[in-house]
């Protein structure tokens, strides 16, 4: 059985290039912060990828509300974001986040984090 994977981001582009990269799961997407607790309602995801810059609902409180909800604390959490100064890493990192990869990201190692992350 595949280990599924929810991605959220309001990039389309992103997501279709995330569909074609981690061919090895199964993916679910979702376009803002407020869409992934709606998909939660039907799947529980191995893990989340998630945007900061979303609208509705950014990466970060997306996260925060993740983790402190005792049904999705544990699912590992990776902000991906074009933010890429340290403190926005540390902020992420605060909010919860497991992972914080920056974009423009190299789809073979986003490839193998992933696959490192899940490994276990």
Request: net charge neutral; with cysteine; charged share 30%.
């Given at each position: 059985?595949?280990?599924k994977?929810?991605?959220?981001?309001?990039?389309?582009?992103?997501?279709e290039?995330?569909?074609?990269?981690?061919?090895?799961y199964?993916?679910?997407?979702?376009?803002?912060?407020?869409?992934?607790?709606?998909?939660?309602?039907?799947?529980?995801?191995?893990?989340?990828?998630?945007?900061v810059?979303?609208?509705?609902?950014?990466?970060?409180?997306?996260?925060?509300?993740?983790?402190?909800?005792?049904?999705?604390?544990?699912?590992?959490?990776?902000?991906?974001?074009?933010?890429?100064?340290?403190?926005?890493?540390i902020?992420?990192?605060?909010?919860?986040?497991?992972y914080?990869?920056?974009?423009?990201?190299?789809?073979?190692?986003?490839?193998?984090?992933?696959?490192?992350?899940?490994?276990?």
């Amino acid at each position: 059985m595949k280990k599924k994977i929810l991605v959220a981001d309001d990039d389309k582009h992103i997501l279709e290039l995330l569909r074609l990269v981690l061919t090895d799961y199964e993916l679910h997407t979702a376009e803002n912060g407020e869409d992934v607790f709606q998909v939660l309602t039907k799947i529980t995801p191995d893990l989340i990828l998630l945007d900061v810059m979303m609208p509705k609902i950014n990466g970060y409180e997306t996260c925060q509300l993740l983790k402190a909800d005792e049904k999705t604390k544990s699912i590992r959490v990776m902000l991906l974001s074009a933010r890429n100064e340290k403190k926005d890493v540390i902020e992420g990192l605060k909010c919860g986040a497991d992972y914080y990869f920056t974009k423009p990201f190299d789809t073979k190692q986003l490839q193998s984090r992933v696959h490192q992350i899940l490994a276990f």
